[in-house]
């Protein structure tokens, strides 16, 4: 089984802190990403990652930056955090044959902005 | 832009129903349709992919009609533990290699006893 790893379920975090959100997948998928949800809009994409060292901006990249280093981890970055990204943050990795076999979720991590 | 659209319930239904989600979509291009479940405060777990015509897998049923550009989710005999929130994702080949997942917002189902 597939799976990926988020380091913290719950997390809470003051404004204008830089925080670091990661996420360590173990079957060398070559694609990661990550999503944030919100009630009623459901999940949006902030960036995507199809290599190392590759990255691409999602839906809603503004405040966020991602690092991958090595290929099976994909580091997501609020430069100072603010309160408007309190959320749940999903990381998902897959295979170039995602659209055959779909993503896999990690557990989320539920941050909170104070 | 390329929109995925689902009504978001709740769909409050009794043990034993059948129940049937639609969704529809809008990119045209759409190549193959999933169905993911997501239980509360969890994350989303696949439930079904929809490539041709349509998939069966036990009491879930998912068909896709392209000339209506909509996918549709039926539950036979539902259970208690069927209670989740249902999404659905259609993908497109985005070129170079690439594709792109647009999920819906989900419809929520609670099964009640």
């Known amino acids: 089984d597939v799976k990926v790893t988020q380091s913290s379920r719950y997390l809470v975090k003051r404004t204008g802190e830089k925080v670091f959100l990661e996420c360590v997948q173990d079957?060398?998928?070559?694609?990661m990403f990550w999503y944030r949800q919100d009630p009623g809009l459901g999940l949006r994409l902030i960036y995507f990652?199809?290599?190392?060292?590759?990255?691409e901006k999602g839906d809603i990249p503004e405040g966020y930056s991602v690092s991958r280093e090595k290929k099976e981890r994909f580091s997501l970055i609020l430069e100072s955090a603010s309160t408007n990204q309190t959320s749940m943050y999903l990381c998902?990795?897959?295979?170039?044959?995602?659209?055959?076999?779909?993503?896999?979720f990690g557990s989320g991590t539920r941050l909170t902005v104070v | 832009r390329k929109e995925v659209e689902q009504d978001p319930g709740p769909f409050n239904v009794p043990e034993g129903a059948t129940v049937a989600f639609n969704c529809t979509y809008s990119?045209?291009?759409?190549?193959?349709f999933f169905w993911y479940r997501q239980d509360c405060r969890k994350e989303p777990k696949l439930l079904m992919s929809?490539?041709?015509s349509g998939n069966e897998d036990g009491r879930f049923t998912a068909q896709l009609n392209r000339a209506s550009q909509y996918i549709s989710l039926l539950i036979r005999d539902s259970k208690l533990s069927d209670s989740a929130t249902y999404l659905c994702v259609g993908i497109a080949y985005s070129g170079a290699g690439s594709y792109q997942l647009t999920f819906g917002k989900g419809t929520k189902l609670s099964v009640i006893p």
């Open positions: 079957m060398d998928h070559e694609n």
């Open positions: 998902a990795s897959s295979t170039p044959g995602g659209m055959y076999y779909g993503y896999t």
């Open positions: 990119n045209s291009a759409s190549q193959s």
């Open positions: 990652s199809y290599d190392v060292k590759m990255k």
């Open positions: 929809v490539y041709s």
